[in-house]
């Protein structure tokens, strides 16, 4: 159940906005049951093959990179997403993106951002990942696809 003080991005557009108004240097997304249960947890993760814990949240930035230059905006983001959306059902039920500045302190066991001093922004709606793989899909890329180890066994 959505957080209550927590507003919720319906579109990419809406996304890129938030992305554009808050700088995209320390934005990240997360795939969790959501900011009350992450940052009760002292800001911890775990490495899902070791059990071990992590010196911060791990996450996915949405930094764009300067290689992208003037690229759409929202093919950066729907890419991003598109990336880890797997999450939500590898992790169980509840699971779902919300985006968050944080301070990056360590990389975690897939050169993920592990953060600190998470703030939690907005949630992402379901809306948002159906038009992020629809605009990924229309790319036709054949030699790219989601970041999902499943898919490989």
């Not at 992790?91 to 919300?98: D, K």
């Not at 922004?121 to 696809?145: F, K, N, P, T």
Request: hydrophobic residues 35%; proline residues 8%.
């Amino acid at each position: 159940m959505p957080e209550p003080d927590l507003p919720t991005v319906g579109n990419l557009a809406a996304l890129a906005r938030l992305f554009e108004t808050e700088g995209d240097d320390d934005l990240c997304v997360r795939w969790s049951r959501g900011p009350e249960a992450d940052l009760g947890q002292a800001e911890s993760s775990r490495d899902g093959l070791t059990g071990i814990a992590l010196p911060g949240l791990s996450a996915n930035s949405l930094r764009r990179e300067p290689w992208w230059r003037d690229r759409s905006v929202r093919l950066w983001l729907a890419r991003r997403l598109y990336d880890y959306e797997h999450l939500r059902d590898l992790r169980g039920p509840g699971v779902r993106p919300w985006v968050l500045r944080g301070r990056e302190i360590a990389r975690g066991p897939d050169n993920e951002p592990l953060v600190v001093d998470a703030e939690p922004l907005a949630w992402v709606a379901d809306a948002v990942l159906h038009e992020a793989r629809s605009l990924v899909d229309e790319q036709g890329s054949r030699e790219w696809g989601p970041m999902d180890r499943r898919a490989s066994h």
